[in-house]
């Protein structure tokens, strides 16, 4: 895939998450409205006391990879059965914001679970219906911020790709205050926290990582 097709790809994905979800979430829901059972991604498993995911680091993380490629292949299907696949354009991401998610460092504590109302779950993942993108990708090194300057040694990083909606975002901003070890983030802070990447350059350079 050339990286204009791959640009073209993310922004796709990006519309498509954000149309499905402005469809589907409640306020009065935050844990079931945007954790649609037709998209449940194939890598999360039931544990006692809860759920955890299979991301694959023993095989560069394809599992993760893989997921979400199909959950965001049968997401556009729904769409298009449903006529209502957006059209080419500009993106409006309706009021919400872009969140990263590090699986690698959750330690499943639970807090940021029940202080998000529940849309994020007890693994540090928010709401399935939300996932745009996983990646395993290179890291531009120059631009590390002085508070993550040991991440001066990573070549790359991990991490999913979400939309949070704009009815939910005091309730991540919430999750993100109490998470003990700063697993997830919004896209906008990639830089500062040590995940400067092309990916989310070129999010940034069309205007979605504002906020």
């Not at 990646?135 to 002085?146: K, Q, T, W």
């Not at 001066?152 to 109490?178: H, N, Q």
Request: glycine fraction near 8%.
């Amino acid at each position: 895939m050339t990286r204009a097709s791959e640009a073209e790809s993310l922004i796709r994905r990006v519309a498509e998450t954000v149309t499905w979800c402005r469809a589907h979430v409640s306020v009065a829901d935050p844990k079931n409205s945007l954790r649609t059972v037709a998209l449940r991604p194939g890598n999360l498993r039931e544990i006692p006391g809860g759920v955890d995911y299979v991301w694959g680091r023993e095989v560069g993380f394809r599992t993760g990879v893989e997921a979400v490629d199909d959950l965001v292949d049968r997401r556009g299907e729904l769409l298009r059965r449903e006529g209502n696949s957006p059209g080419a354009g500009a993106i409006d991401l309706r009021g919400g914001r872009l969140l990263i998610h590090d699986p690698e460092d959750s330690d499943q504590c639970g807090l940021s679970e029940s202080d998000s109302g529940y849309f994020i779950d007890i693994a540090d993942v928010p709401a399935w219906d939300t996932w745009i993108d996983f990646r395993y990708e290179d890291r531009i090194p120059s631009e590390v911020d002085e508070r993550f300057s040991h991440r001066a040694t990573w070549s790359k990083v991990t991490y999913l790709l979400c939309w949070v909606p704009a009815e939910f975002i005091p309730l991540v901003d919430r999750g993100i205050m109490v998470n003990p070890v700063e697993c997830f983030f919004w896209a906008s802070e990639y830089r500062r926290r040590g995940y400067d990447t092309e990916t989310l350059r070129r999010l940034e350079s069309v205007g979605l990582l504002a906020g």
